[in-house]
């Protein structure tokens, strides 16, 4: 009889039977959750006719193997029951979705995904052992493409003050996009704009193209919002969100060019307000994470305890790269410096001694003529400045209500810092201390100004008029030819 059944345990690991019946264990006493006798261990797989057994059976092995004890190939005569474990895997497919379970010593578990065939099963089989495993650290680093669950529970790759490289925690498999496979490298100098739905490009600052993001929208989702762009390592990304109004789901696209863009598809219940690069690394910015790149399609969450109210919310909206130091801009007068490792201090200098409180928000930042100047507002709508020598050490200014409004975007150019706003206001100076009007009369919000070949460039992303101003001198300025505009501006020289 003991023979009988042996036999029938090896037919289904074979794959030629349907339907198993779970033998009755006997483990030691020495079992730990996971297993950590002396004990053998081997998985029992059963599948509907879309998989093939002796793949799923390595496969299942492969991945129990890394993350939870080491299985063992079944040997010819079968497998004995005593001083065994066992691991029963089931995958079967229903309606579109592969549906994978897992059960046995410390499991109990099961994963689902759209993918089809092999990739259908894997994706499955991880989410499984992702919600049964305590540490989900290694699980995240290998297999962090393949499990939105990494990015959403906000799995810390990096330990806190331990001097790690990101190069360490990467190495996943690169997802090329048809856009990169059929590259056109870009030629010449061009200026790319962002907001919403719409993209803008140009190659002189007065003449642009305008064009709608070819990106496909759940019908759940419809709205797209692109808010920050970036460019590093020959490639150009823009993040923002899809949503219905009010459930938002983080969005990457990228570009080789800045004329045609591709979605990553990359998913996440998060959305982003900010991406740089800086050092060989892309930073995204959302609501509560922080993700790192090294080549902009796998991404690895970090969670560093002071970059996060209670709330779990990130206390930076954005970051900034400038004379070699990136920065950290955002809520409750706080700048962040980052530093090697990934990690941040905080520079919480920002005090108001009129109001006796922290300045309650910095939008923009910028470094010319030795002195980096952050702008800023407060609840009470009244403007400020900050201005270092060092990054480290921060003067605060209050200019109370110049207007009705905030200050959005900020650069440096031709010997002078030039702030824009709302209501179309615009100031200059040229030691971020003392500062005038520049000559601009539309009440339009200005969200981002740069300063290239010699010109300055601002652009809107109001819902009635998105349009692009441009100035030779920063303080004289007069509309382009378009009716384009955005929230974020760049420029890629030659």
């Given at each position: 009889?003991?023979?009988?059944?042996?036999?029938?345990?090896?037919?289904?690991?074979?794959?030629?039977?349907?339907?198993?019946?779970?033998?009755?264990?006997?483990?030691?006493?020495?079992?730990?959750?996971?297993?950590?006798?002396?004990?053998?261990?081997?998985?029992?797989?059963?599948?509907?006719?879309?998989?093939?057994?002796?793949?799923?059976?390595?496969?299942?092995?492969?991945?129990?193997?890394?993350?939870?004890?080491?299985?063992?190939?079944?040997?010819?005569?079968?497998?004995?029951?005593?001083?065994?474990?066992?691991?029963?895997?089931?995958?079967?497919?229903?309606?579109?979705?592969?549906?994978?379970?897992?059960?046995?010593?410390?499991?109990?578990?099961?994963?689902?995904?759209?993918?089809?065939?092999?990739?259908?099963?894997?994706?499955?089989?991880?989410?499984?052992?992702?919600?049964?495993?305590?540490?989900?650290?290694?699980?995240?680093?290998?297999y962090g493409n393949y499990l939105e669950e990494?990015?959403?529970?906000?799995?810390?790759?990096?330990?806190?003050?331990?001097?790690?490289?990101?190069?360490?925690?990467?190495?996943?498999?690169?997802?090329?996009?048809?856009?990169?496979?059929?590259?056109?490298?870009?030629?010449?100098?061009?200026?790319?704009?962002?907001?919403?739905?719409?993209?803008?490009?140009?190659?002189?600052?007065?003449?642009?193209?305008?064009?709608?993001?070819?990106?496909?929208?759940?019908?759940?989702?419809?709205?797209?919002?692109?808010?920050?762009?970036?460019?590093?390592?020959?490639?150009?990304?823009?993040?923002?969100?899809?949503?219905?109004?009010?459930?938002?789901?983080?969005?990457?696209?990228?570009?080789?060019?800045?004329?045609?863009?591709?979605?990553?598809?990359?998913?996440?219940?998060?959305?982003?307000?900010?991406?740089?690069?800086?050092?060989?690394?892309?930073?995204?910015?959302?609501?509560?994470?922080?993700?790192?790149?090294?080549?902009?399609?796998?991404?690895?969450?970090?969670?560093?305890?002071?970059?996060?109210?209670?709330?779990?919310?990130m206390k930076i909206e954005e970051i900034k790269?400038?004379?070699?130091?990136?920065?950290?801009?955002?809520?409750?007068?706080?700048?962040?410096?980052?530093?090697?490792?990934?990690?941040?201090?905080?520079?919480?200098?920002?005090?108001?001694?009129?109001?006796?409180?922290?300045?309650?928000?910095?939008?923009?930042?910028?470094?010319?003529?030795?002195?980096?100047?952050?702008?800023?507002?407060?609840?009470?709508?009244?403007?400020?400045?900050?201005?270092?020598?060092?990054?480290?050490?921060?003067?605060?200014?209050?200019?109370?209500?110049?207007?009705?409004?905030?200050?959005?975007?900020?650069?440096?150019?031709?010997?002078?810092?030039?702030?824009?706003?709302?209501?179309?206001?615009?100031?200059?100076?040229?030691?971020?201390?003392?500062?005038?009007?520049?000559?601009?009369?539309?009440?339009?919000?200005?969200?981002?100004?740069?300063?290239?070949?010699?010109?300055?460039?601002?652009?809107?992303?109001?819902?009635?008029?998105?349009?692009?101003?441009?100035?030779?001198?920063?303080?004289?300025?007069?509309?382009?030819?378009?009716?384009?505009?955005?929230?974020?501006?760049?420029?890629?020289?030659?």
């Amino acid at each position: 009889m003991k023979l009988l059944f042996i036999t029938i345990l090896s037919f289904l690991l074979l794959g030629c039977v349907k339907k198993q019946t779970s033998p009755v264990l006997v483990q030691s006493d020495e079992t730990s959750k996971f297993g950590q006798s002396d004990e053998k261990c081997y998985v029992v797989v059963e599948s509907s006719e879309h998989f093939n057994n002796n793949l799923i059976s390595s496969i299942s092995i492969s991945l129990i193997s890394d993350f939870v004890r080491k299985i063992t190939q079944t040997p010819p005569e079968g497998i004995s029951l005593k001083n065994s474990c066992i691991y029963y895997i089931n995958a079967q497919k229903q309606e579109g979705t592969t549906i994978v379970t897992i059960s046995g010593q410390g499991i109990n578990s099961y994963g689902d995904s759209k993918l089809e065939g092999m990739d259908g099963f894997q994706k499955s089989l991880l989410k499984s052992l992702y919600r049964s495993v305590e540490n989900k650290v290694k699980l995240c680093q290998k297999y962090g493409n393949y499990l939105e669950e990494c990015f959403e529970d906000n799995v810390d790759l990096i330990e806190t003050g331990k001097k790690i490289r990101l190069k360490n925690v990467l190495g996943r498999k690169k997802v090329p996009l048809q856009i990169i496979k059929e590259k056109r490298p870009l030629k010449k100098g061009i200026y790319v704009s962002v907001g919403g739905k719409y993209y803008n490009y140009s190659y002189d600052g007065k003449n642009w193209v305008k064009k709608k993001f070819n990106v496909k929208v759940d019908e759940r989702r419809p709205y797209l919002k692109i808010n920050s762009i970036t460019h590093g390592n020959g490639l150009f990304l823009a993040v923002g969100n899809v949503s219905d109004g009010l459930n938002k789901r983080g969005k990457i696209l990228v570009s080789v060019n800045g004329e045609e863009w591709e979605d990553t598809n990359f998913q996440t219940r998060d959305e982003f307000s900010s991406v740089s690069y800086a050092k060989g690394i892309y930073f995204v910015i959302g609501r509560k994470q922080f993700l790192v790149s090294e080549d902009g399609y796998n991404w690895i969450n970090i969670k560093h305890s002071n970059l996060f109210y209670p709330s779990n919310y990130m206390k930076i909206e954005e970051i900034k790269v400038l004379n070699d130091k990136i920065f950290g801009i955002g809520a409750n007068g706080t700048i962040f410096t980052m530093n090697d490792d990934l990690t941040w201090n905080s520079h919480k200098s920002l005090w108001n001694k009129w109001n006796k409180q922290y300045s309650s928000f910095q939008e923009g930042i910028a470094y010319g003529n030795g002195k980096y100047v952050v702008i800023g507002w407060e609840f009470s709508d009244e403007n400020s400045f900050t201005v270092s020598d060092d990054g480290g050490d921060w003067d605060y200014y209050n200019y109370g209500k110049v207007f009705h409004g905030s200050l959005w975007g900020i650069t440096y150019g031709m010997g002078i810092f030039v702030a824009v706003g709302g209501g179309g206001h615009i100031f200059v100076s040229e030691d971020g201390i003392n500062w005038g009007p520049a000559n601009f009369v539309d009440r339009i919000t200005l969200h981002d100004v740069i300063f290239a070949n010699n010109a300055f460039i601002a652009v809107s992303s109001n819902l009635s008029k998105k349009r692009t101003i441009i100035s030779e001198d920063g303080v004289n300025w007069d509309y382009v030819g378009c009716n384009c505009g955005g929230r974020a501006i760049i420029f890629r020289p030659r």
